[in-house]
């Protein structure tokens, strides 16, 4: 069993900066790999990126690509996702997500869910 713990979201204005974490239990963290998705009102939950368990492995939507980055540290059992030039449409509820496979999480049927943040960007 894995918990994840989301944490960093707030209300920022456009063009502003955020990082998000997600704290993992568990002594496997490391041979996870690892997503963030996001949820708008009345939108579907998309993937926004993920990490193979090296962090190696990348991948990214194409409306986030050049302005967000995941890393991982598995020392710490966390995965972050940096968010910079944040735009209004960025906002959504964010959530963490983890699969033994990046192929399972990239397909959004990872086994493990945080509760997710909140990013809100103003104009």
């Known amino acids: 069993q894995v918990q994840l713990v989301e944490s960093g979201g707030g209300l920022v204005q456009a063009g502003d900066s955020l990082r998000l974490s997600c704290a993992a239990s568990?002594?496997?963290?490391?041979?996870?790999?690892m997503g963030w998705f996001h949820q708008a009102p009345g939108k579907e939950r998309e993937l926004v990126g993920a990490?193979?368990?090296?962090?190696?492995?990348?991948y990214y939507a194409d409306s986030v690509k050049g302005r967000f980055t995941i890393s991982r540290d598995n020392a710490k059992n966390t995965v972050y996702l940096q968010m910079n030039s944040l735009k209004p449409e960025d906002t959504a509820v964010y959530y963490c997500?983890?699969?033994?496979?990046?192929?399972?999480?990239?397909?959004?049927?990872?086994?493990?869910w945080g509760q997710g943040t909140q990013v809100t960007v103003s104009s």
């Open positions: 568990g002594r496997t963290f490391s041979s996870y790999a």
């Open positions: 990490i193979g368990w090296s962090g190696r492995d990348g």
């Open positions: 997500a983890a699969a033994t496979y990046l192929p399972t999480v990239v397909a959004g049927t990872a086994d493990y």
